[in-house]
C-alpha cells in the first residue's frame, strides 16, 4: 500500500512510549518522517541518539495500520488533521514544548486568531460564577474574541452557550477522541459549536474519555491562547491545573474572586493571593490589561499622526494595524524581516509612542 506523509504524521503519535517531546527530537533527526518507519533499527540507531533496540520494541506496522484507519476515519466525518509543522497548526501552542504532534479538529478552525483566551472553572458552577461568565462573554462581542473550553458541565458550558448566544466563535477541547461527547449531555451542545468555531483533540478517534487525558486536554486549552480566566474554582481541579500550565507557559492568568466562606471561590482566592493570577473584579480589567479594547478610530488617528515614519516602519505599523495585535514571530512573516532587525524598529517605535508591546511578546498600535 502506498502510505502518505499524513499516514506517517499520525502513526507517530501512536507508538508505544513515545510521547511529543520525544517525538519532536526524532523529528529534528530525519529528513522526514517516513524515515521512522521505513528504515532499519540499525540505520535509525546511526541518525539518532537511541540504539536499536529501542526502534525494534516500536509497534511501527501496528501503527500505520491504525493511522490508515484513523485517515478514513477522517475522511467519512470531516476530520482534520493538524500535523506540527502544518502552517495552520496554532503558533501559540507550537510555542509551548510539550504541545502534541497531531491536533484533530472538527468545525472552521482559526487557531490562529489574534484574539483567543480560555476561559475554565468548577462543575459546580453557582449563580455567581453564571452571571460573572454571561457578563464577560458579553463584553467580548464587538472586540472579536474567540473563545477555548473543554466543554464540560459548568463554567465551560456556561462560556460555550454565551459565546454562542452572542455569535462569538467557541472551541471545545476534548479529553477523549473527536467521535464521542463527553459528557454525553452535551451533544447537542458539541454540534453547535462545531458550526460556530469547532471541536479540537489530540486523542485519536475510539480513545474513551479516561481520567488521565483531562490534564493533558487542559495544557492545550491553555498552551492555545493568549491568556487564561478563572471563574470560581475549588482548591483543587482541573481550573488550577490550566492555571498553573497557563503561568508555565508565560501567559497571562486572571481569576475573580469570591466569598471566603464559598467553597467554589477558594482556589481562585487562592491564586490571587499567591500572585498567580491577576485579580479581576469586572471585564475592563482583563480588557485593559490585556490592551484588548476597541481601537478601530484610535488606529486611524496614528495612522495621521505618525506621517515621517521610514518605510519599513510603515509596513510594520500597517501589519499591526491590520491584525489589531500581532505576535513578533508573525510578524517577522509577514514584514520578510529578521527578528534581529524587526526588535530594533519595534523598540524604536515603542519609544516614540507609536505602539506598545504586549504579554507574549506581541505588539498594537499605542
Known amino acids: 500500500m502506498n502510505y502518505t506523509p499524513l499516514h506517517y504524521q499520525i502513526a507517530l503519535t501512536l507508538l508505544s512510549g513515545i510521547g511529543p517531546i520525544r517525538a519532536k527530537e526524532l523529528l529534528l533527526s530525519v529528513d522526514n518522517v517516513g524515515i521512522l518507519f521505513h528504515d532499519s533499527p540499525k540505520e535509525l540507531e546511526r541518525s539518532t541518539r537511541y540504539n536499536a533496540s529501542f526502534f525494534r520494541k516500536l509497534n511501527r506496522k501496528e501503527a500505520?495500520?491504525?493511522?490508515?484507519?484513523?485517515?478514513?476515519?477522517n475522511k467519512?466525518?470531516?476530520?482534520?488533521?493538524?500535523?506540527?509543522t502544518d502552517p495552520d497548526y496554532p503558533y501559540r501552542l507550537k510555542n509551548c514544548v510539550d504541545s502534541p504532534i497531531i491536533l484533530y479538529t472538527k468545525g472552521d478552525m482559526d487557531l490562529n486568531h489574534s484574539?483567543?483566551?480560555?476561559?475554565?472553572?468548577?462543575?459546580n458552577a453557582t449563580s455567581y460564577g453564571k452571571n460573572l461568565c454571561a457578563e464577560l462573554i458579553t463584553s467580548f462581542k464587538d472586540i472579536n474574541v474567540s473563545v477555548v473550553s473543554g466543554l464540560a458541565v459548568g463554567i465551560d458550558a456556561c462560556a460555550?452557550?454565551?459565546?454562542?448566544?452572542?455569535?462569538?466563535?467557541?472551541?471545545g477541547v476534548l479529553g477523549n477522541g473527536i467521535d464521542r461527547v463527553y459528557p454525553a449531555g452535551h451533544s447537542?451542545?458539541?454540534e453547535k459549536i462545531i458550526n460556530s468555531g469547532?471541536?479540537?483533540?489530540e486523542f485519536p478517534p475510539g480513545t474513551p474519555p479516561n481520567r488521565e487525558n483531562f490534564p493533558k486536554r487542559n495544557r492545550i486549552v491553555a498552551g492555545l491562547c493568549d491568556a487564561t480566566i478563572v471563574i470560581e474554582s475549588r482548591t483543587r481541579g482541573g481550573s488550577l491545573i490550566t492555571a498553573r500550565l497557563a503561568n508555565d507557559y508565560n501567559r497571562d492568568v486572571f481569576a475573580y474572586p469570591?466569598?471566603?466562606?464559598?467553597?467554589?471561590?477558594?482556589?481562585?482566592?487562592?491564586?490571587?493571593?499567591?500572585?498567580?493570577a491577576h485579580l479581576m473584579q469586572s471585564p475592563e480589567d482583563f480588557l485593559t490589561l490585556m490592551n484588548w479594547e476597541n481601537k478601530t478610530a484610535k488606529a486611524a488617528t496614528q495612522r495621521k499622526l505618525f506621517p515621517d515614519l521610514s518605510q519599513k516602519q510603515k509596513e510594520i505599523v500597517s501589519c499591526i494595524s491590520k491584525e489589531q495585535q500581532?505576535?513578533?514571530?508573525?510578524?517577522?512573516?509577514?514584514?520578510?524581516?529578521?527578528?534581529?532587525?524587526l526588535n530594533v524598529a519595534l523598540f524604536t517605535l515603542e519609544m516614540e509612542g507609536v505602539i506598545v508591546s504586549l504579554p507574549g511578546k506581541k505588539y498594537s498600535l499605542a
Open 64 to 73: 500505520i495500520s491504525k493511522a490508515d484507519d484513523i485517515i478514513n476515519y
Open 76 to 84: 467519512r466525518n470531516n476530520v482534520n488533521a493538524l500535523f506540527y
Open 115 to 123: 484574539k483567543m483566551v480560555a476561559i475554565v472553572g468548577t462543575r
Open 160 to 171: 460555550h452557550r454565551h459565546c454562542l448566544d452572542n455569535d462569538l466563535v467557541t472551541y
Open 188 to 190: 447537542a451542545l458539541s
Open 198 to 201: 469547532g471541536l479540537i483533540s
Open 258 to 276: 469570591g466569598s471566603v466562606h464559598c467553597e467554589t471561590s477558594q482556589g481562585c482566592n487562592a491564586l490571587i493571593a499567591n500572585q498567580s
Open 326 to 341: 500581532i505576535q513578533i514571530d508573525v510578524l517577522s512573516v509577514k514584514t520578510n524581516l529578521p527578528v534581529s532587525q
